[in-house]
């Protein structure tokens, strides 16, 4: 019995230090989601009555739609100019017109965001983005009004020393904000301390023969189990990609 409680042991053991190994590693990330909520501003065919100017010029008869995206560095090392190694840049697929590019939030002042857009970028459906820096969980909401449906697609392509490429991540309408991220990892938290303390109690009670020995095992299987289970979701709530901020 105490060296199939061992090996559990030494299995959790191995697994934590593989898990905290990996984590530990420095590696810049940088990411960004797209709000698949998209607001239609203006629609075709329904304003016959009402004429869109933009910049002293009617817009004629058009679609003009709202999307927000979030990017920020997931990783834990700092993003710095230097290491931008190829411009970074909002664009549209296909290319559209975009009437307006502003900057909705911004995790911190000090991360100095700036939108590099001119009428000539907007003009092709691209904005570059530049910070100061951005260290973990550091990054911004965009707002982007383009000439055009909810199915024109937008993404952020450049090139950051260290990675590949800049990923997108999927975030579905129901996405977490930053108090419910929170709320649900401490709670994965607190249910995986729960078992590991009923682990704990359990082995003190074998090694003291307080009580039945296969009772013990029992109760001490169960509670490996649901301590590997809490762990596990408490690690992948923690490494979840919801915008940290927002949209």
């Known amino acids: 019995?105490?060296?199939?409680?061992?090996?559990?042991?030494?299995?959790?053991?191995?697994?934590?230090?593989?898990?905290?190994?990996?984590?530990?590693?420095?590696?810049?990330?940088?990411?960004?989601?797209?709000?698949?909520?998209?607001?239609?501003?203006?629609?075709?065919?329904?304003?016959?009555?009402?004429?869109?100017?933009?910049?002293?010029?009617?817009?004629?008869?058009?679609?003009?739609?709202?999307?927000?995206?979030?990017?920020?560095?997931?990783?834990?090392?700092?993003?710095?100019?230097?290491?931008?190694?190829?411009?970074?840049?909002?664009?549209?697929?296909?290319?559209?017109?975009?009437?307006?590019?502003?900057?909705?939030?911004?995790?911190?002042?000090?991360?100095?965001l700036s939108l590099l857009d001119s009428p000539n970028s907007r003009k092709i459906g691209q904005v570059p983005i530049s910070w100061d820096i951005l260290e973990r969980n550091d990054g911004?909401?965009?707002?982007?009004?383009?000439?055009?449906?909810?199915?024109?697609?937008?993404?952020?392509?450049?090139?950051?020393?260290?990675?590949?490429?800049?990923?997108?991540?999927?975030v579905s309408t129901d996405f977490k904000s930053p108090q419910d991220q929170k709320k649900s990892f401490r709670k994965s938290v607190l249910i995986a301390t729960v078992c590991f303390i009923i682990l704990l109690i359990s082995m003190a009670l074998l090694f003291f023969r307080k009580l039945d020995p296969d009772y013990i095992a029992i109760v001490f299987s169960g509670s490996v189990m649901i301590f590997l289970i809490s762990t596990l979701n408490a690690i992948s709530k923690k490494r979840e990609k919801y915008p940290p901020f927002g949209f």
């Open 1 to 112: 019995m105490m060296n199939w409680i061992g090996i559990l042991v030494g299995i959790i053991g191995v697994a934590i230090a593989i898990y905290f190994g990996i984590a530990s590693r420095r590696r810049r990330e940088l990411v960004y989601s797209v709000n698949s909520v998209r607001t239609r501003v203006v629609i075709s065919g329904q304003t016959k009555d009402l004429d869109v100017f933009y910049d002293g010029s009617s817009l004629g008869d058009v679609d003009i739609t709202a999307v927000q995206l979030a990017f920020w560095n997931a990783g834990n090392e700092s993003i710095r100019k230097p290491n931008i190694l190829e411009e970074v840049v909002v664009k549209t697929e296909p290319p559209v017109r975009i009437l307006e590019a502003s900057i909705r939030a911004q995790s911190r002042n000090i991360v100095g």
């Open 140 to 170: 911004a909401s965009i707002q982007l009004l383009y000439l055009g449906e909810p199915e024109v697609d937008v993404s952020v392509q450049g090139v950051i020393e260290g990675q590949r490429e800049i990923k997108r991540l999927s």
